[in-house]
């Protein structure tokens, strides 16, 4: 006969275990019931929260016009091959950009040129994006092609908007706000997300004349303080060239977010392939 030696510790393992029995089987000695566990809930860790932003960027769609769209289903292929080549961030004009482009007449066989993106315009493969920045006190504009296979790489530096679409603007501003350092490091871009940031600032304009009429209705300039260069006078001279019905044409621009949801899942099912 072999005889166990109980300790107090199991004892007190032996009461925890009887008391859920019970309370499982409802103290009536019948077996309790089965629950199945939770379902398992799959994560791709491959994929980055930033990268399920719903975000197109606006060359993928098509202009309204007599246009044929058997032409922009091809571009988009070329576009979405080129893609899978090289990174192209999302960005936006305001944005700080650092882009690396190949050079046979340098020695390193590429240049890096660092500015801020003050237009992007065009549609398809023809899209473009101008970079400014200020060297040795001259202003120096780039125009790229977005999908040139010279680009080696694009790199976002400062990730935000401006209040107005287009800062060609910045050549008749003074050079501050478009002198950026050439080893400037990349800002952490926001979380995974939230809103574009949209910078509210407002730049100083060197003394008249300047290159265009950027007081005039037609250009829709947020981002320069009009008053601090102009009399009442010539401000109510300026809106003679006001075009007010233009807010009210509905042939002018079209909804596009059918188009948009259209073109987002065709890019979104080729880049996964």
Not at 207 to 230: A, D, H, M, T
Request: with cysteine.
């Amino acid at each position: 006969m072999i005889v166990g030696v109980v300790t107090s510790a199991d004892a007190e393992v032996f009461q925890v275990a009887l008391s859920r029995c019970v309370s499982t089987d409802g103290g009536n000695g019948d077996p309790p019931k089965f629950q199945p566990p939770p379902k398992p809930v799959m994560i791709d860790k491959s994929k980055t929260e930033a990268s399920h932003r719903r975000f197109l960027s606006p060359e993928f769609i098509p202009p309204r016009q007599r246009t044929n769209p058997f032409k922009f289903a091809i571009e988009r292929k070329d576009m979405i091959q080129r893609r899978k080549i090289i990174d192209i961030p999302e960005f936006y004009v305001g944005s700080v950009l650092a882009v690396v482009m190949a050079d046979v007449y340098t020695s390193g066989k590429s240049n890096r040129f660092v500015g801020i993106c003050t237009q992007r315009s065009g549609k398809g493969l023809g899209a473009t994006f101008v970079l400014r920045n200020i060297i040795d006190g001259q202003g120096v504009e780039i125009c790229y092609d977005l999908y040139s296979p010279r680009i080696q790489q694009i790199e976002v530096l400062k990730f935000e908007k401006r209040l107005d679409d287009n800062l060609m603007y910045l050549r008749d501003a003074l050079p501050e706000y478009s002198t950026f350092d050439f080893d400037m490091k990349a800002m952490p871009p926001p979380l995974p997300g939230a809103e574009v940031p949209i910078n509210q600032q407002k730049v100083k304009m060197k003394p008249r004349p300047w290159s265009k009429r950027w007081e005039r209705s037609r250009f829709n300039i947020k981002g320069i303080p009009f008053e601090l260069y102009f009399t009442e006078e010539e401000l109510t001279h300026a809106k003679k060239w006001d075009t007010p019905w233009v807010e009210y044409d509905m042939l002018k621009e079209y909804d596009t977010s059918n188009v948009e949801k259209h073109i987002w899942t065709e890019v979104q099912r080729e880049l996964s392939k």
